[in-house]
């Protein structure tokens, strides 16, 4: 991703695989100026933009582009949320140093585009909800700004399933009553959308109207620690996807124990080949520092995430919500645990990770007579 790559003027797509029958997860605006469309097939965008190039995800490596994205973004504002399809920057009191939001935020995706080669894209507002909407009016790249007290007609025309995308009940009721847009939502009350739908209708007041006072949390202030493997070999056997996350499992404890700290989330990720993802999470009632309960909460999520035929590409795990490990035990048997891995620790540290290995893996294949 250098900026002499020149991508920005190249069709090119994102695919779950390298199959004709594959999707696109995502193309440049390049490409949808010459008529391709995310979720087509490779063999209809190929006919479309015959100079269409394909590309195939690296979790791995988006992991290490999105470290260097978060760092840059830092040098704007000491607030930087990520989530699933961008980022937030709090710029609130930064006027009188870095001028105008508006202008700060152009300057932060001018330096994005300008050091990795991308074509950025962003929303300007007083919340994230309204950042967001505004950052996805924007065709291509450019900024959009929505201005104080203009929230509520700027949301006017979105489809109301666009903006309750994450809340499908309230969405599945209010398409029942014919309710569409965000402007529909408008008309109601405060008090006929709480009769209607309980404590959903403060999120549905709020929502309509662009209110929103999540504050921007940064990623720093959410400790986590992330792993994943790209499979050589994409498989869907369970015996091999169960070693592989034993191998993670063991890795994620041996960083947690190091940062003195347990994990209270477990989340696992699996991508498959046609790029589908999907997302596990598990909240455990006593945070855990140890690889075999880490393990066991991660095999319980692999076997609900296994619900397809389609072979595995990458499996990841996190660890979440990390908090110094403190915890007391009646009964001693968390110490004689602490105690047991910190052997462990010690042994791999002074004669390497191979040192010891777990009862259930597989042995490595016997040298030939």
């Not at 997302?279 to 309960?293: G, M």
Request: proline share 5%; net charge positive; with cysteine.
């Amino acid at each position: 991703m250098g900026k002499k790559s020149g991508f920005a003027d190249r069709p090119a797509a994102l695919l779950g695989s390298s199959s004709l029958d594959a999707r696109l997860l995502s193309v440049n605006p390049r490409a949808v100026s010459e008529g391709v469309r995310r979720g087509m097939s490779r063999a209809e965008a190929s006919r479309r933009c015959r100079r269409l190039e394909f590309f195939t995800p690296r979790p791995d490596l988006f992991h290490r582009a999105d470290r260097a994205v978060h760092s840059a973004l830092s040098n704007w504002s000491p607030a930087v949320e990520r989530t699933g399809g961008g980022y937030y920057l709090d710029l609130t009191g930064s006027t009188r140093l870095l001028g105008p939001p508006l202008d700060a935020a152009a300057g932060a995706m001018r330096e994005l585009d300008s050091r990795f080669g991308l074509v950025s894209r962003g929303g300007v507002g007083g919340s994230k909800l309204i950042g967001r909407a505004a950052s996805s009016v924007v065709q291509g790249q450019g900024l959009a700004q929505v201005m104080h007290f203009e929230e509520a007609g700027f949301l006017g025309p979105f489809p109301v399933g666009r903006m309750l995308a994450g809340e499908p009940w309230l969405r599945a009721r209010l398409e029942e009553v014919g309710v569409s847009r965000m402007w529909d939502l408008q008309r109601f009350s405060l008090a006929e959308l709480v009769d209607a739908f309980g404590s959903g209708g403060y999120r549905l007041y709020q929502t309509s109207r662009g209110i929103d006072l999540a504050p921007v949390t940064p990623t720093e202030s959410l400790p986590e620690l992330d792993l994943g493997e790209t499979l050589v070999a994409p498989t869907n056997d369970r015996d091999e996807l169960g070693e592989i996350l034993w191998q993670l499992s063991e890795r994620l404890g041996r960083k947690t124990r190091e940062r003195k700290t347990a994990a209270a989330v477990i989340r696992l990720l699996l991508v498959y080949r046609d790029g589908k993802r999907v997302v596990r999470r598990k909240t455990l009632k006593r945070p855990t520092a140890f690889d075999r309960e880490v393990h066991a909460h991660a095999v319980e999520m692999l076997e609900a995430a296994m619900t397809r035929r389609v072979q595995v590409t990458y499996l990841g795990l996190r660890a979440s919500r990390l908090a110094p490990d403190a915890q007391p035990d009646l009964f001693g048997e968390r110490e004689s645990k602490e105690r047991l891995y910190r052997a462990i620790d010690e042994i791999r540290q002074k004669f390497g990770a191979a040192a010891l290995r777990n009862g259930t893996g597989r042995l490595p294949a016997a040298p030939a007579q």
